[in-house]
């Protein structure tokens, strides 16, 4: 069963930057597509960013321009680096797998079976 474990998470000031990080363990995930989703207190969890096994990407219009996904498959990980952090970007990350057999990216939470236990990060003023 594969585990995925963020990190990276934290507090920073804003215009800040911030680097998360997905570790995937049990078996490689080089061939699911990987994303990362938000939750704000009182909100629902909302897409944000999401890179297929070849690489394709889609991020959130809210986070275009400034969050970039990436992943290294020889380290089984999924990175997201977040520049120009706002306060509204406050919020717990979660790492997710979609173990899907197409080369896709999808932004539904539903799609993705496998998922982290989060990481808080807080923008301040």
């Known amino acids: 069963q594969v585990q995925l474990v963020e990190s990276g998470g934290g507090l920073v000031q804003a215009g800040g930057s911030l680097r998360l990080s997905c570790a995937a363990s049990?078996?490689?995930?080089?061939?699911?597509?990987m994303g990362w989703f938000r939750q704000a207190p009182g909100k629902e969890r909302e897409f944000v960013a999401a890179?297929?096994?070849?690489?394709?990407?889609r991020y959130a219009d809210s986070v275009k321009g400034r969050f970039t996904i990436s992943r290294d498959n020889a380290k089984n990980r999924a990175n997201l680096q977040m520049n120009s952090l706002k306060q509204e970007d406050t919020a717990l990350y979660y790492c997710?797998?979609?173990?899907?057999?197409?080369?896709?990216?999808?932004?539904?939470?539903?799609?993705?079976?496998?998922w982290g236990q989060g990481t808080q990060v807080t923008v301040s003023s």
């Open positions: 049990g078996r490689t995930t080089s061939s699911y597509t």
């Open positions: 890179i297929s096994r070849s690489g394709s990407t």
């Open positions: 997710a797998a979609d173990r899907t057999i197409y080369d896709i990216v999808v932004t539904t939470a539903n799609n993705y079976e496998l």
